[in-house]
């Protein structure tokens, strides 16, 4: 989940390196570094705990300059934060530098034979094994730095993106990938590398998307990749299509605020990309070919997915089972692997996935497709392994989320089930065109309704500062909003870190009821009004009445009901039960922006937390 950057080239590699561990601090920000080869050929190392900022002191103090150039912004696996255990690594002659994302397995092993040949090691990581194993391979002479890499990195087991410099080359840097994320810039007479394209966006408009098992070697003049056994790779050059400015905060407070507000024109996207002018619904050509193949045969449907994406998924299997009528469930991705799944035939697995990086839930699709199964992934990031690794995809086009806690890229997932789903259902045949449309023309009306929600900012903040004090917080909401309270429950302990605990309305009663004081705020999502469970929400209302909590209810505009049983009420334009999650959630995420904002957190970098679980 570390960040990485590095870059060759005619210049000095210093502002880029810290330029793009600035983009990408969201990855990690225990500690960070960067090695320079110097022009007289010296490899230079500085690092230091914490913030980037410390780093950036460090090297105003005593500036470094020269080309190539590697950098690194951790969040801490092996070994907890400090100078020592900050990337990058040396081995014992401080002639190779290595900077590393990911987990090295079978590094005591590596550790105790590198040892017992008189190798020293200064940290806790499993990383140091790497430039200690370079040079061991290195020692007997005859072979090129790019030959020493494959071969340590055929012993070396587990998930890696390197940058590797070495002292006296100053012509040449190496990257390499398996199971971590790593792209290379391709510039004019200039190369870079980076674990996202954000940290890159405004230098290079091409990219190339490392593979796994793929080495880089990076010269000014191009770059050469090959396998671990030293065959050729072609290399496939793409253009970007992010804009610079995506990446920016454009005059917000914090990239969470901004991406808060980009989700109503994000929506608005989806939905110009595939609904037709007369209300239908049509995914790109690859969904479009696998649905139509496999829809007659699909019985059973199982999202995989993490986090937040969790959370996207439990909405989505409820909109399978309700619309398109197929036994649906969904399961972690870090936990399905270890279950013993039993997966029926004609099995279609919706992987889902802001990143695309995501190892547990890349893990557990290898395991599905292993299995007979076909995979559609609903991702956000362009050239992703999941992506790559689908039979179909349904992007969520949402742009580059910068800030850790996800907020536009959650409502595009739920966005994206709903396309799905009414896709699926027509295809089936038990949707008919008329009801299409009017589903279509509903969903339509989302982002403005998003728009309402986001002119009560000041009211929301309003109450949060009621609350922000209070130790523990309950969020509860029945069927489609079961699974919205869990995500605002898991948004104020990312952010704000007071303890949330988010729950399915009915199930109150059996172990929560007993938390209800007059101190505890209860969040109670009473939308909307038409449905068959309000009336059941409204009882779980008079149930933490009864005991003194502290209710605040999310309730439609019109609504009277919810609003006698409440202390505060945040209004939400009213939809239908199915969307109203999507008008929701947005309550639920400047509620706890503010929460956090109010108890003084890093908001964009919340504590312990990093924005791609690229490990596992």
């Known amino acids: 989940m570390c960040g990485i ?94 900077v590393h994302n990911g987990i090295i397995e079978n590094y005591l092993s590596l550790r105790a034979d590198l040892e017992a040949k008189g190798h020293v090691f200064q940290s806790q990581t499993d990383t140091e094994v790497l430039p200690h194993l370079i040079e061991e391979i290195l020692k007997p002479g005859g ?127 989806l939905l110009d990309t595939h609904v037709d002018k007369n209300g239908a619904v049509r995914l790109d050509e690859d969904a479009e070919a696998l649905l139509a193949a496999e829809m007659p045969d699909i019985q059973r449907i199982l999202v995989l997915s993490c986090g937040t994406a969790y959370y996207a998924g439990m909405y989505g299997r409820l909109l399978f089972e309700r619309w398109v009528g197929i036994p649906s469930e969904t399961d972690l991705g870090s936990e399905f692997r270890y279950r013993e799944p039993r997966l029926p035939e004609h099995t279609l697995v919706i992987a889902v996935s802001q990143s695309g990086e995501t190892a547990d839930t890349l893990a557990s699709v290898r395991l599905a497709r292993t299995m007979g199964c076909k995979v559609l992934s609903i991702c956000n990031v362009a050239g992703s392994t999941l992506l790559r690794e689908s039979d179909a995809a349904l992007p969520t086009q949402a742009g580059p989320e910068i800030g850790v806690a996800s907020t536009k890229a959650f409502t595009a997932q739920l966005m994206a089930f709903v396309l799905l789903t009414i896709r699926m259902a027509r295809l089936r045949g038990i949707m008919s065109e008329a009801r299409e449309r009017e589903l279509t023309a509903e969903l339509a009306r989302i982002p403005n309704a998003i728009h309402r929600v986001l002119e009560r900012q000041a009211d929301i903040r309003a109450i949060s500062q009621k609350y922000y004090e209070c130790y523990n917080a309950l969020y509860l909401g029945r069927r489609f909003n079961y699974p919205i309270a869990l995500e605002g429950a898991l948004k104020n302990k990312e952010i704000s870190y007071q303890h949330a605990e988010g729950y399915a309305a ?89 929460n956090a904002k109010a108890r003084g957190a890093d908001i964009d970098k919340p504590r312990n937390l990093a924005k791609s679980v690229t490990v596992e």
């Not at 938390?515 to 449905?531: K, Y």
Request: proline share 5%.
């Open 5 to 98: 950057v590095g870059y060759i080239g005619p210049q000095n590699a210093v502002p880029f390196l810290i330029e793009g561990l600035k983009r990408l601090e969201y990855r990690g920000y225990d500690s960070a570094g960067i090695a320079v080869c110097q022009a007289d050929g010296s490899l230079s190392v500085r690092k230091q705990v914490g913030r980037l900022s410390n780093l950036e002191e460090s090297l105003d103090a005593e500036p470094l300059s020269g080309s190539p150039g590697i950098g690194h912004t951790r969040w801490a696996t092996h070994g907890e934060p400090s100078t020592l255990n900050s990337h990058p690594h040396l081995d014992c002659s401080g002639r190779v530098a290595v």
């Open 506 to 594: 009915g199930e109150m009663k059996h172990g929560p009821i007993a938390l209800i004081n007059e101190f505890l705020p209860v969040v109670c999502l009473c939308t909307p009004t038409a449905d068959e469970v309000y009336d059941k929400m409204i009882s779980n209302l008079k149930e933490v009445e009864a005991r003194k909590g502290r209710i605040i209810a999310v309730v439609t505009e019109r609504d009277d009901k919810a609003r006698a049983f409440a202390q505060d009420v945040i209004p939400v334009p009213e939809t239908i039960e199915e969307y109203s999650s999507i008008v929701n959630v947005i309550v639920l995420q400047l509620f706890a922006y503010h």
């Open 143 to 269: 072979k090129s730095h790019v030959e020493a890499i494959r071969e340590a990195l055929r012993l070396a087991k587990g998930a890696y993106a390197l940058g590797i410099v070495f002292q006296g080359e100053t012509d040449a840097f190496y990257a390499a990938r398996c199971g971590s994320p790593l792209i290379i810039g391709v510039g004019d007479g200039e190369q870079f590398i980076a674990s996202d394209v954000p940290a890159i966006l405004n230098r290079v408009k091409k990219v190339i998307y490392l593979n796994d098992g793929e080495v880089a070697e990076l010269r000014p003049s191009g770059v050469t990749l090959t396998r671990l056994d030293g065959t050729p790779t072609a290399v496939v050059v793409q253009e970007v299509t992010l804009r610079a400015e995506a990446a920016e905060r454009a005059g917000f407070e914090t990239f969470m605020l901004k991406e808060i507000y980009e989700q109503p024109r994000v929506l608005r996207a």
